[in-house]
């Protein structure tokens, strides 16, 4: 019976889910990989760390001794962070060995660098769980969607965010106190900056939309907005309007180039992304064959990332047996340029405190038609006798004309506070 040997470089949340996973199924791996799977090698930054059930034998602190064992066929990259992984998987590809990867913050960053690195030694660079953790998407958007032209990718791809906007729409909860039970059950991070400012969600969006439109699209491409500024008033209009907020990524590839963003938005209930709740994740994309398709699930978390990193090795595995390895490397064939954001037109729910006297409404309104916003609605609410809360929702403008707008909304006497500006979703 043959055995692959395979290195792991990290111990951590996926690193032990892997572990475990690979034990779990070692009885018919020979049956579903064509070979038993042996973890024979283990990288951690602490060796002095307790890990129960792991032979301590098996651990290292210096990557070197992965990258140079020429038994070592598969390198499973779960420690996170842009160096030393990035070292170690270019020096493991150049060693002859196949990686996968959970490493969203360095694919999104050096994804193309990588994928030639696999190309060039002829290894596959495998890396499904970093995006949307157990979802398979990266293959679908690789493999079975191929032949489609794809112009459009959303996705609910932060699970974090998801689970506290739930909270906020189902009990009530404002911001912070979701944030606080986010954390409590160890949904969000001590240090949430990168799940509630949208960055986290930023790199997974650069991945699909590069798979997508087959064009490179990095990280500093994409604009991302958090949050941390939607209140339950947001969500309380957003009711009012039958629809519900959420932390939406956006990528579409349109006559003018690539878009691709990071932002609340007020989606229709009636639309399959609004039911998507607490902490999972969706995405949902549109090709001009398949139609519309969504793809349903956790996105992060021990066990699920541990089932797509697995998936990753025993792909590897079968293709070893057949020598056809970096089979499918990059796909990223075009250059298409990426479009400047303000020149991208959304729909715009705008919610503000204004003076309660007469001659205020038809002030804004013609500081809005005077940056070409369309009005579609609008709500006054009558919250103190001297100041009313007013709501407007636009048709869709160019970004740069809603900003000029609110800049110059901002210095009037009669505007107390913007308090809101979230984008509305609409099919395009
Ligand atoms: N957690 C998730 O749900 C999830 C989902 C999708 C993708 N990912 C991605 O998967 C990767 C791992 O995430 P994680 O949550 O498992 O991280 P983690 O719990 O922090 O684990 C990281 C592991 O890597 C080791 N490590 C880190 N830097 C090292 C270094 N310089 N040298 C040697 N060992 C080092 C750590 O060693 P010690 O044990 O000694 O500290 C630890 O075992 C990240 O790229 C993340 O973005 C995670």
Partial sequence: MKTVKVGLLGLGTVGTGVWKLLKMRADVMEQTAGAQIEVSRILVHNMAKKREGIDPALLTDDWHEIVDDDEIQIVIEVMGGIEPARTIIREALKAGKNVVSANKDLIAEDGGILLDDARKYGRDFLFEAAVAGGIPIIRPLKQCLAANDITAVLGIVNGTTNYILTKMTEDGMEFKDALKKAQELGYAEADPTADIEGLDAGRKVAIMASLAFHSRV????????????ITSRDIAYAEEFDSVIKLLGVARHTKEGIMAGVYPMMIAKDHPLAPVRDSFNAVFLHGDAVDDAMFYGRGAGEMPTASAVVGDVIDVVRNLQYGCTGRISCTCYKE?????????????????QVANQSGVLAAIARVFGEHKVSIERVVQQHAVPERAELVIVTEKVKEYHMQDALDELRAMECVHEISSVIRVYMKD
Avoid: L
Wanted: charged residues 25%; proline residues 3%.
């Fill in 218 to 229: 990095v990280f500093s491409d994409v604009h991302i907005e958090g949050i941390t500024q």
């Fill in 336 to 352: 298409i340029p990426i479009r400047n954001f303000g020149d991208v037109r959304n729909k715009f729910f705008i919610r503000m």
